[in-house]
C-alpha cells in the first residue's frame, strides 16, 4: 500500500511537471510568434535603423531670372563634407583629423561639437562649400574617415555677384532661432535656406523638397556602402523665378555709381510696378557667403561704418529734401489751395522771416517773384515756406496720410522700413510739449525738411502715380499678372489737367534754363525730373534726383540718392547720376531711333 501510493504520488508530480513544461513551452511558442511573426515587421525595422543612415539630399534651388532671361541666381556643382552621429569623443577625434585637410580652426571644431550636441541624431555638415582638393584629400584617405560622407551637392552662384546683392539677398544654413519659426516648420538643421532679399521672400517657392538616400553602416557605425533595397524619398527642385529687374541696367548703375560714396537708386516701370533696377552702395559678394562666410569677412562687413549689409533702398529713410516740394503742391492744388499760376505774397529775397527766426533759400540773392510752375523749375524754398502756410499743417498732416507717406510701399522684400511724418498735432505735443512747438513746423515740412523721413521706394511710388495719372502701382521684384494688378489704397486726387500741369513744370526742371537739372539736361531725351538737397546732422547734405521718361508715356521712373553728395557750390551728384540711368534704359528701349515719336517734343499740358 504505502508503495501504491508513493507511485501514485510520483505519476502525480510527472503530470505536473509535465503540465508545467508543456505551458513554459506554449509561452516561449507564443512569445516567439509574437516576435517572428507578429512583430517581425517592427524588428526588421530596428534592425534596418541600426545598419542604415539618412542622408539629406538637398534640393536645388530655382533659379532667378530677370526681364530678359539673364541668369541672377543658379546653382553650380559643389561639395559637401558631412559625418554621421556617434559619440561626441569619436567626432572630435574624426574633426581634429579632418582639421588640417579641411582647414578646421579650433574655434570652428568646437562651434561645430556644439552643434551636434543641439542635433545628436543629425549628421553633423563639415563644409558645406568644400574645394575639390579637400574632397579629394578626404576620398585619398577613406580608411582614416570611415564616418565621413562626402556629396556633389547643388551650389547657390550669382554671377552678378555685387551688383544684385541687396535685391537678391543670400542663403546659409539655417539657424536654431530660424528652426523655431513656423515657416520653416519641417525644416532639418543643416538645410540652407535665404536669409536675406528675394532667396529670402521667395524661400518657400525657391527652396524646393529636399530628398533621402540611405547608407549602410557596420557595427561601428563606418560606412559600408549606399542600401539599394530601400527606396530613397525623392528631391523635389525649387520652382523657378523671373523678375522685373533689368540685369543689364543693374549692372550699369553698379559701375557708374560715384566713386566712393553711399547712396542707393531705384527705377520702377510706373505702369505694372516691376522694379527694373534696385541698388544700393557700399555693396558686398552674396557669393562670400555659400557654405559659410568666413568670420573676419563677416565682421569687416558687419562693423563698417559704410553699412554694406544695409539696403538703403528699402530699410533706409532720408529727409527727402526739395523732392518733398511737389507733395505740397500736388495736396494745396487737390485741396484748391494753390492752381500753376499761384503766387505767394512774399518775394523770394533769399529767405523768409517768420517768428524771430530767418527760414533762408537755396540761392542767396533769391529768385524773386514767380508762380508755382516757376517755383517748381527753380526749387524756389521761400515761395514754398508760404505755399505750406496756405496749405497748412492739418492740411499737410492730411495729405501724408492721404499719400501713404505713413506706411511701407509693400514691395515683396523683407524688412521694408515704413515713412516717418507726424500723423497729428497730438504728435507734437507728445514730443515736444504742449508749448514746446510752434507753427513754423510747417515751414521745414514744406521742404521735405524736419520730422520728415522717406525711403528711395516710397518717393518712386509717389512719382509713379504723378508721372502716370493712375492707380498708384504696388513696386514688386518678381513679374506676375497678380502682382501687377495690386494697386495702392491712396490716390493724388487731381484732375487729370492740374496733373499734367505739374508733370510739365518737372518737364522744365530739366530741360528749360533756371531749371535745377537744367546743366545736366539730355541731349537725346526730354526727361521729367526733381532735384533734391537735404539737410543732413551727421554731415553734408544729401544729394536727390527722382525724375521719370518720357514725360508724355513714361517708361521708367527712378529714385536716386547720394549721401553726403552735394557740397556747397559742387555738383549735385545724384542728378548727373540720375539723368545717366534714364538715358541708358530709353536707349536700351530704342536703340535704333534717334528720337522715338513723342520723346523730342515739347511737353504741354
Not at 549692372?251 to 560715384?258: A, L, R, W
Not at 533696377?277 to 559678394?285: A, G, M, Q, R
Not at 540761392?363 to 514754398?384: D, M, T, W
Request: neutral net charge.
Amino acid at each position: 500500500m504505502a508503495e501504491t501510493g508513493q507511485n501514485g504520488k510520483s505519476r502525480r508530480r510527472g503530470v505536473a511537471a509535465e503540465g508545467f513544461l508543456l505551458a513554459v513551452f506554449a509561452l516561449l511558442g507564443l512569445v516567439f510568434f509574437r516576435l517572428q511573426v507578429l512583430r517581425s515587421s517592427t524588428f526588421e525595422l530596428r534592425s534596418q535603423e541600426n545598419r542604415l543612415r539618412a542622408i539629406t539630399v538637398p534640393a536645388p534651388r530655382g533659379t532667378i531670372y530677370d526681364r530678359h532671361g539673364r541668369i541672377i541666381a543658379e546653382n553650380v556643382p559643389g561639395y559637401s563634407i558631412s559625418l554621421l552621429p556617434g559619440s561626441s569623443d569619436t567626432l572630435r577625434a574624426t574633426l581634429d583629423r579632418l582639421a588640417p585637410y579641411v582647414h578646421l580652426s579650433e574655434a570652428e571644431r568646437d562651434a561645430l561639437l556644439a552643434k551636434y550636441a543641439r542635433f545628436p541624431t543629425q549628421p553633423l555638415v563639415v563644409r558645406d562649400d568644400a574645394s575639390f582638393a579637400e574632397v579629394s584629400a578626404i576620398e585619398e584617405r577613406r580608411p582614416e574617415f570611415p564616418r565621413a560622407v562626402v556629396e556633389m551637392r547643388p551650389r547657390r552662384h550669382y554671377p552678378a555677384a555685387q551688383a544684385i546683392a541687396h535685391l537678391v539677398g543670400y542663403v546659409g544654413e539655417i539657424s536654431g532661432a530660424e528652426l523655431e519659426r513656423p515657416e520653416y516648420l519641417g525644416y532639418d538643421p543643416g538645410r540652407i535656406v535665404g536669409k536675406d532679399g528675394i532667396e529670402r521672400q521667395y524661400e518657400a517657392t525657391l527652396g524646393g523638397v529636399p530628398g533621402v538616400r540611405f547608407v549602410e553602416v557596420n557595427a561601428l557605425g563606418s560606412i559600408v556602402g549606399d542600401f539599394g533595397p530601400r527606396p530613397a524619398i525623392e528631391v523635389r527642385p525649387g520652382t523657378d523665378l523671373t523678375l522685373g529687374l533689368d540685369l543689364a541696367l543693374q549692372q550699369y548703375v553698379d559701375s557708374t555709381f560715384p566713386e566712393g560714396m553711399r547712396g542707393g537708386v531705384v527705377a520702377l516701370d510706373p505702369s505694372s510696378g516691376d522694379v527694373l533696377v534696385l541698388y544700393s552702395h557700399p555693396t558686398f559678394d552674396p557669393n562670400a557667403f555659400i557654405g559659410g562666410i568666413d568670420v573676419g569677412l563677416w565682421r569687416s562687413l558687419r562693423d563698417d561704418p559704410a553699412l554694406p549689409l544695409l539696403n538703403r533702398v528699402s530699410t533706409a529713410s532720408y529727409p527727402p529734401g526739395s523732392i518733398f516740394k511737389l507733395v505740397v503742391a500736388a495736396a494745396g492744388m487737390a485741396d484748391g489751395k494753390l492752381s500753376i499760376s499761384s503766387y505767394m505774397p512774399t518775394t523770394c529775397g533769399g529767405g523768409l522771416a517768420y517768428g524771430n527766426r530767418f527760414f533762408r533759400c537755396w540761392k542767396p540773392g533769391g529768385h524773386g517773384l514767380l508762380p508755382l510752375a516757376r517755383a517748381i523749375q527753380e526749387s524756389c524754398n521761400v515761395y514754398f515756406y508760404q505755399a505750406g502756410m496756405r496749405v497748412g499743417l492739418d492740411g499737410l498732416l492730411a495729405a501724408a496720410t492721404r499719400y501713404g507717406f505713413h506706411d511701407p510701399t509693400g514691395i515683396d522684400l523683407p524688412y521694408e522700413t515704413s515713412g516717418v511724418f507726424p500723423p497729428s498735432r497730438e504728435w507734437f505735443d507728445e514730443r515736444y510739449g504742449t508749448r514746446g512747438w510752434t507753427q513754423s513746423v510747417v515751414l521745414n515740412l514744406s521742404i521735405g525738411q524736419g520730422e520728415n523721413q522717406q525711403s528711395l521706394l516710397r518717393m518712386a511710388q509717389f512719382y509713379s502715380a504723378l508721372a502716370t495719372g493712375g492707380s498708384p502701382i504696388v513696386p514688386h521684384i518678381v513679374r506676375s499678372e497678380g502682382l501687377a494688378s495690386r494697386r495702392a489704397t491712396w490716390g493724388l486726387d487731381l484732375t487729370e489737367a492740374r496733373r499734367r500741369q505739374l508733370v510739365a513744370a518737372l518737364t522744365a526742371v530739366v530741360n528749360e534754363p533756371g531749371g535745377t537739372a537744367y546743366a545736366y539736361r539730355s541731349t537725346r531725351w526730354r526727361i521729367a525730373g526733381k532735384t533734391g538737397t537735404s539737410q543732413n546732422p551727421q554731415g553734408l547734405p544729401h544729394s536727390w534726383f527722382v525724375g521719370f521718361a518720357p514725360p508724355e508715356n513714361p517708361e521708367i521712373v527712378i529714385a536716386a540718392i547720394v549721401e553726403f553728395g552735394h557740397p556747397d557750390n559742387q555738383v549735385s551728384l545724384a542728378v548727373p547720376y540720375g539723368i545717366g540711368i534714364l538715358e541708358r534704359y530709353l536707349d536700351s528701349l530704342y536703340p535704333e531711333v534717334p528720337f522715338p515719336r513723342g520723346v523730342s517734343d515739347a511737353y504741354t499740358p
